[in-house]
């Protein structure tokens, strides 16, 4: 038996803040984009390198609120580039943990929370 890949699916309200924070903000990548029809609930997946991420505006799919963890290789760099970029709905800032990582907490603009992580030290 061998488990895959996760790829976690967010609730979104509003695709152009979803595209704005997603895309613009944290520099995703847009892969795709599904609607059943053109006035319908946009579905798409984002990445960036090997996270993927589905955001989705149906109604029912999964709930706001949700908090994942992403690994990240050099936090410090990526705050750096957040940083610069003085979006105005997030200002992030890395905290030490007491468990060894180093965490970068964002909320997206429809209340799911991604953490940016390092490493656990060990």
């Not at 488990?3 to 152009?16: A, Q, V």
């Not at 963890?69 to 580039?81: A, D, G």
């Not at 709905?89 to 180093?102: L, N």
Request: glycine share 6%; with cysteine.
């Amino acid at each position: 038996m061998k488990f895959g890949n996760t790829t976690p699916i967010l609730r979104s309200f509003d695709e152009i803040k979803a595209k704005e924070f997603y895309l613009e903000f944290l520099e995703f990548n847009l892969d795709w984009e599904h609607r059943f029809e053109d006035d319908l609930p946009l579905y798409m997946q984002v990445s960036k390198d090997g996270c993927v991420l589905h955001i989705t505006e149906h109604h029912g799919d999964c709930s706001p609120g949700a908090a994942l963890r992403i690994q990240v290789t050099n936090l410090e760099q990526y705050h750096e580039l957040l940083r610069g970029k003085k979006y105005k709905h997030a200002r992030p800032e890395i905290q030490a943990m007491p468990w060894g990582s180093k965490d970068m907490s964002i909320a997206d603009p429809f209340g799911n929370r991604l953490i940016f992580t390092s490493a656990v030290s060990t």
